[in-house]
C-alpha cells in the first residue's frame, strides 16, 4: 500500500517513513501544503498522513481543497493532543481520522491499516479471504488455508495486501505498480509478473487469475 506523509519536521518524517517502510508500506513524503495538495491529486495514494502546520498552505486548506475536488482518498490528521478545536476543524474539512502528537508509531500503523480496510469495504481486523486465506498484517506473512505459513518479501507483501484488498476484480499492471512502490522508484511494470510468479509459488497457481488485456484476478475463493 502507498502512503502520502505530509510533514514538515524533517526528523519526525524521517522517522515516521522509516517505521512505516518496516511495517510494509510505500511511503513519499513531503514538507509543504503546495507540493502535498498536488501530489494527493495526481497520485493514487491509499491514505494520507497530514500535519496541519504546514508552510506555504495550510493542512486544513489542503484537506478542504482535496475534498471540494471530490478527492476522497483518507486522511489522518496529526495534531496537538490538546488542540481539540483543531481535530473538530479537521473533521468538519474531511478527515478520516486524527491522532495527537507525541504520538507512538505502531499506533498510527494500527489506524492506518483500519482506514485502509474500511476504505475497501472491510470492516473486519483482519486482511482474508473467503475460504480462510489469511494476511499477517504485523509479521508480514501470509496464512495458507491449511494452516501453514508463507513468509513474504518487502514487495510481496504490499503487492499481495493489494490483491487481496481488492478480491476478484481484475487490477492492471500499472495500477498494482502505482500503489505498490514508491513515487521516486523504478516503477517498471514488467516486475510486477516476477512477483506475480512468486506469489503463485506460494499460494498455489490458481489464486491470481490471468486476465488478458485487463490484468490480475486475486480469487477470493479456490
Known amino acids: 500500500m502507498r502512503l502520502l506523509l505530509v510533514e514538515d519536521d524533517h526528523s519526525l518524517a524521517t522517522s515516521v517513513q522509516e517505521s512505516l517502510g518496516r511495517a510494509g508500506f510505500a511511503v513519499d513524503v ?39 475536488r471530490h478527492n476522497n482518498v483518507p486522511v489522518l490528521i496529526l495534531t496537538a493532543w490538546d488542540a481539540w478545536h483543531e481535530r473538530v476543524d479537521g473533521f468538519k474539512a474531511g478527515a478520516d481520522d486524527y491522532l495527537g ?13 483500519a482506514l485502509i480496510r474500511r476504505s475497501h469495504g472491510r470492516l473486519q481486523s483482519a486482511v482474508q479471504a473467503d475460504d480462510g486465506l489469511l494476511l499477517d498484517e504485523q509479521q508480514q506473512c501470509v ?3 491449511s494452516g501453514e505459513l508463507k513468509k513474504l518479501t518487502g514487495t510481496e507483501f504490499r503487492l499481495l495486501r493489494y490483491l487481496m484488498l481488492n478480491p476478484d476484480q481484475p487490477l492492471s499492471k500499472t495500477r498494482l505498480t502505482e500503489h505498490v512502490y ?21 499460494l498455489g497457481p490458481e489464486r491470481i487469475e490471468t486476465r488478458r488485456g485487463q490484468g490480475y484476478v486475486f480469487r477470493s475463493r479456490v
Open 182 to 202: 514508491e513515487y521516486d522508484e523504478d516503477k517498471d511494470s514488467n516486475v510486477i509478473e516476477v512477483y506475480i510468479k512468486r506469489l503463485r509459488l506460494l
Open 30 to 68: 513531503v514538507s509543504d501544503g503546495v507540493e502535498a495538495e498536488y501530489l494527493g491529486n495526481e497520485e493514487p495514494y491509499d491514505a494520507i498522513i497530514l500535519d496541519l502546520g504546514l508552510p506555504q498552505r495550510p493542512g486544513l486548506e489542503v484537506l478542504r481543497n482535496w475534498r471540494k
Open 143 to 145: 496464512i495458507l488455508s
Open 101 to 113: 502528537k507525541p504520538f507512538h508509531t505502531q499506533e498510527l500503523i494500527v489506524r492506518l491499516m
